[in-house]
């Protein structure tokens, strides 16, 4: 079955840390993948997506993601975080060969002073 | 303004007693979703649309009807709501079913007593 995987409920990191959040997917193909954001009560918004090309992808707020097809994952990166960036993280995929999109369960990101 | 706009925002209604969630986007997009988000479980889908009078069942759809009629409105429709229906319900949209960002609306909180 088709499936995305956030290993990390939640995660704390200081400000001015990296940051690096994990995403693993099981398709047969490679999909689209994506990573979008939530701030306390708003909706998502769009981090960066993947699907070809270059597998290092760059996004907005200083974020970036790496594919690694071998392991199937789409890990999200920052090399420092600020306290704006406390919020919960989704990793969603679209198959290729269908029209639905699957998210991960999420990682709340923490950030302490 | 480029906009996903959902109404209500929130409602609390009883069990059985039928509700419509409408959603309308701005942006002549011709994708359109609804999920519903619950915790530890992340964003899970329930219907989408990929135009006007064509839709499909997500990952849940039990107890749940959508429309499409007008590529600008989709509302969500449930005839008999259940208290595990109470939930967090967000409408998306996109300009494609694949690799296109997805614009979220701001969420309806429903509680079914």
């Known amino acids: 079955a088709q499936s995305v995987t956030q290993p990390d409920i939640h995660i704390t990191v200081s400000e001015g840390a990296s940051l690096e959040l994990r995403c693993n997917y099981s398709?047969?193909?490679?999909?689209?993948l994506f990573w979008y954001v939530q701030s306390p009560g708003q909706g998502l918004q769009l981090l960066l997506k993947y699907f070809s090309g270059d597998t290092l992808v760059q996004g907005i707020k200083g974020f970036e993601a790496e594919f690694k097809r071998s392991q199937s994952s789409f890990n999200l990166r920052k090399p420092s975080v600020h306290w704006s960036d406390a919020a919960e993280y989704f990793c969603a995929v679209q198959n290729t060969g269908g029209f639905k999109t699957i998210f991960g369960a999420g990682t709340r990101l923490f950030v302490k002073a | 303004e480029a906009q996903v706009t959902q109404n209500p925002r929130y409602l609390i209604t009883v069990t059985g007693k039928k509700l419509t969630v409408t959603c309308s986007q701005n942006?002549?997009?011709?994708?359109m979703s609804w999920y519903r988000q619950d915790p530890g479980l992340g964003l899970r889908q329930i219907y989408y649309s990929m135009n006007v009078e064509v839709t499909d069942k997500g990952d849940v759809p039990e107890g749940y009807k959508v429309s499409r009629k007008e590529k600008r409105n989709f509302p969500l429709i449930l005839e008999s709501p259940s208290p595990n229906q109470t939930s967090l319900y967000f409408c998306?949209?996109?300009?494609?079913?694949?690799?296109?960002?997805?614009?979220f609306g701001p969420g309806t909180r429903l509680t079914v007593t």
């Open positions: 942006m002549n997009h011709e994708y």
């Open positions: 998306a949209s996109s300009l494609s079913a694949f690799g296109s960002e997805q614009y």
């Open positions: 398709y047969g193909a490679t999909p689209y």
